[in-house]
Each structure stands twice: as structure tokens, then as C-alpha cells.
């Protein structure tokens, strides 16, 4: 309840059952972005200590450059998290939604930093999604 409930939760009460929840609920609900509009590339940010919390605890910020210009991405940190997150953004590019490449590419790059996958094998990833 701390997570959902209040800007500044009470860090001490929440376990870390509690914090892959909360993690799935952000994803899953787009509550992540600025109005929940995926679309829109924008996340939420504030001062607070729970977007400090969301920042520490679950994304690694990446720099994309992208057509539009240049942004700034917030992708997982941990290997279970990015597996999801790819996934998703997969799903979304083999929907039609081109501007997922971008996300993508940084998930695959954080894997490999993480050496989850070698950069050998990334060529066939990209031919199995259809990029």
C-alpha cells in the first residue's frame, strides 16, 4: 500500500515482494508514461521519493537517438525485467509499431553488457523478430 497509495512511501515497509509487484503494475499499466500514452515516449517524473525509488530500483537510463531527434529511454535494470520489457516492446514492433526498434536495441545492448546474450547471436535475434 505504501507504493500505491502515497508520493512518499515509507521505504522500510516495503519487502520485495512488494516491489516486483509494484514493478508489474507500472508495466502493465502504462503508469510509467505521462497520461498512460505509450505513444507519447514521455515519462512521468517528479521529485518525490517514490519516482526516486522507481528510478533506483527498476531502470537504467539509456541515451536514443531517434528520427524524431534525441531522448532519453528508462529500460529494466535487472535481466528479468528486460526479458519482459522485450517482449512487450516485440509485440508491439511485430504490431506495427516501428518506433519500438529504438527500445529494442537498447534491451538487446543492456543484455549484452549484462552477458545474458553474446553480441554474435544478436543478427539472428534481429532476423527472428523482423527487423
Not at 516485440?90 to 552477458?115: C, M, P, R, T
Request: charged share 30%.
Amino acid at each position: 500500500m505504501e507504493l500505491l497509495t502515497k508520493k512518499s512511501p515509507n521505504l522500510r515497509k516495503v519487502q520485495s515482494d512488494d516491489t516486483e509487484n509494484y514493478r508489474e503494475i507500472l508495466v502493465c499499466s502504462n503508469a510509467l508514461y505521462q497520461g498512460f500514452d505509450t505513444t507519447s515516449k514521455r515519462y512521468n517524473a517528479d521529485s518525490s521519493d517514490k519516482w526516486k525509488f522507481i528510478k533506483d530500483k527498476y531502470f537504467v537510463a539509456k541515451a536514443n537517438t531517434t528520427v524524431d531527434g534525441s531522448s532519453i529511454s528508462f529500460i529494466p535494470s535487472n535481466v528479468d525485467s528486460l526479458i519482459d520489457s522485450l517482449r512487450l516492446s516485440i509485440g508491439s514492433f511485430q504490431a506495427g509499431n516501428k518506433s519500438e526498434y529504438n527500445k529494442i536495441h537498447a534491451i538487446l545492448d543492456e543484455l549484452v553488457k549484462q552477458k545474458k546474450i553474446k553480441k554474435k547471436d544478436l543478427g539472428v535475434i534481429y532476423l527472428n523478430i523482423g527487423m
